[in-house]
């Protein structure tokens, strides 16, 4: 209970719902409620569509989870009669036949006010007006006398659109005294800076504190780092919350001659490449962990893909849910063999080598008289990687652990895979880090282990596994670089196609090769079929492959490179009057 009008406790609940477990993210939610009473708070704060999980995609859309969702707020809104705190929490929500994102005030026994979500995101990972109706901008709502405004996620990232609702203008034209604004923000990397840039323009144009409260977890692709913050209205920092784990803090709130302040504990955050590292981790270990594998195996080359991965795996798992295999042919040199050795012992993990020249002889056998006069080429090479594909299969068929598959997005992106072959997994916790990133993040765990990492401290990946030249090893004394340009060269280029969407002819002019550039971009354009088979992974770029970036598989445009020709102004001019000729009549 409030004990003065001049102070208001609030608890942040940041914390890991998982999509479609109404019954078990409605017992965190009860949890937290009881922590928060133990802290004397007056209000329990969770994040957006808590006790749905975040996205819920097209799950939200059946009635039947609809009512779960229902009757689970209905539920804990009773238990509020207790006298404890209340408690703020996100829901779909169905009324009038609409649905909505909705974030539910329960206290006194009862849901005491209701605010939909007005401004729904469609862009990137998101697709939420496909599902959700746009709610009104409303006032805020009462709490022990205080005046609360619930912005939600997306109602705080104004843009330039007549259709976007000014739902911070409205709440502080209506008398909010503070901003809540629970969230379901997936990590990106260097998003922190954004978000915080973000808040900072709402407090400007408000002149009210605002509370960041966002989920911590990981959902398919989706990393949700947490960090959740505050900021007074004199924009100092009033807390920081740690990133990637779960955190349950109480705030509180004094107010003051110029209004509500709050002096909170402030967390270092990891961004950069410790940012990515860390999303990696949790990812796979969400992916594990909800979808109820007892554990991983992967295919250790030697190779730094898989040795990156392999140490992100322990870190996520524990070396005890961890295998490696080994799978060699005649073209594997001796010293991937040691490599991949070592690796095993510094991680810890259970090892073994299962040699595949039996399995790729007898499909060339098999073969030989349907291949009978035409030359060796590619195709055997890809038998070797499909042999391992189908042996790493066998296994986690046997034991119901997941294959970890370990392309990086430099390969994905053209098409340097092998279908059914190394491109076999469950899920891959490095498919949006390219080539380079993968070397840097190999030479920082060896320097570092995050907080909360299971693996062990110390150099776990051989320094003779990052320097050494990568390889496929698919024939004799073959590098990546037989077929592909030095991967600093290919990275910087796909990040322009990729990341940026550049056209050709403005990366020549940044210095490019013509022909190189050309090249990268049909690879990228043709291996689009070879992404929309791959195993999901966790996104930490802008714009990853899947759900970020969704280009058709059959599609004959290509950019030819030439430079862009200038609008046309008159044809613009004559178009726009036709329009409004045509309208008229």
């Known amino acids: 209970m409030n004990k003065s009008a001049a102070q ?23 949890a937290a409620r009881v922590k928060a009473r133990a802290d004397g708070a007056d209000l329990v ?13 097209d799950l939200v859309l059946k009635p039947a989870f609809q009512s779960a969702c229902r009757a689970a707020i209905e539920e804990l809104a009773r238990e509020t009669a207790d006298g404890g705190p209340a408690m703020l929490i996100g829901t779909p929500w169905v009324e009038d036949g609409k649905l909505y994102n909705a974030c539910a005030l329960l206290d006194d026994g009862r849901i005491a006010a209701m605010r939909f979500k007005a401004n729904l995101p469609n862009y990137g990972v998101f697709d939420e007006k496909r599902l959700f109706a746009r709610g009104p901008a409303a006032g805020p709502v009462t709490v022990r006398g205080i005046r609360v405004g619930v912005p939600i996620c997306e109602d705080i990232w104004l843009e330039e659109s007549a259709e976007y609702e000014n739902v911070v203008e409205c709440l502080a034209e209506t008398g909010a005294e503070i901003l809540i604004v629970p ?7 260097d998003k922190n800076d954004l978000r915080l840039s973000i808040a900072v323009a709402r407090v400007t144009e408000s002149g009210l504190p605002l509370i960041y409260l966002n989920e911590v977890g990981g959902q398919d692709e989706l990393v949700f780092d947490g960090a959740s913050f505050a900021l007074n209205a004199d924009l100092s920092v009033a807390a920081q919350l740690p990133a990637f784990e779960e955190n349950i803090t109480t705030l509180r709130w004094s107010k003051t001659d110029a209004g509500w302040r709050c002096t909170g504990p402030v967390t270092p955050l990891l961004d950069g490449d410790k940012g990515d ?12 962990g909800k979808n109820g594998f007892p554990g991983v195996l992967l295919g250790v080359s030697g190779g730094i893909d898989s040795a990156l991965c392999a140490a992100i795996a322990v870190d996520a798992l524990g070396a005890e849910r961890v295998r490696g295999v080994m799978l060699p042919f005649r073209f594997t040199a001796q010293v991937s063999l040691d490599d991949a050795a070592k690796l095993a012992t510094a991680l810890g993990i259970r090892y073994e080598v299962l040699p595949i020249a039996d399995a790729v002889n007898g499909f060339e056998k098999i073969l030989s008289e349907t291949f009978k006069g035409l030359p060796r080429d590619i195709t055997e090479e890809n038998l070797q990687a499909r042999a391992r594909g189908t042996l790493l299969m066998a296994i986690s068929n046997k034991t119901g652990a997941m294959v970890v598959t370990t392309g990086n997005k430099s390969e994905m992106s ?12 469950g899920f891959n916790p490095i498919k949006d880090i390219y080539k380079t990133e993968v070397f840097r993040l190999s030479s920082l765990r060896n320097a570092w282990k995050p907080d909360g990492a299971l693996g062990p401290s110390g150099e776990v990946i051989p320094v003779n596994i990052i320097t050494r ?4 090893e698919l024939r004799e004394n073959q590098t990546d670089q037989d077929s592909l340009p030095p991967y600093d060269m290919l990275d910087a280029i796909l990040e322009r196609l990729v990341e940026r969407e550049e056209p050709l002819a403005s990366i020549v002019a940044a210095g490019f090769d013509r022909e190189v550039v050309a090249r990268i971009d049909r690879l990228l354009n043709i291996a689009e079929y070879k992404r929309r088979q791959a195993a999901p992974g966790v996104k930490v770029t802008r714009r990853n492959f899947g759900r970020d970036r969704r280009y058709p598989i059959t599609n004959r445009f290509r950019d030819v490179g030439k430079p862009l020709p200038e609008p046309d102004d008159a044809l613009i001019s004559r178009a726009s009057r036709g329009s409004a000729e045509a309208f008229e009549g």
């Open 45 to 57: 704060v969770l994040s957006e569509l808590f006790i749905a999980g975040y996205p819920p995609e």
């Open 183 to 189: 969230n379901g923000s997936p990590y990106a990397r």
């Open 469 to 472: 030249p990568p390889t496929a």
């Open 414 to 425: 053209v098409g340097y895979a092998t279908l059914y072959g190394d491109m076999n997994g």
């Open 8 to 30: 208001f406790s609030i608890t942040l609940a940041q914390l890991n719902p998982t999509v479609g477990d109404v019954t078990g993210n409605a017992a965190k939610a009860r």
């Open 277 to 288: 590292y860390a999303a990696c981790v949790l990812g796979l270990r969400d992916y594990v």
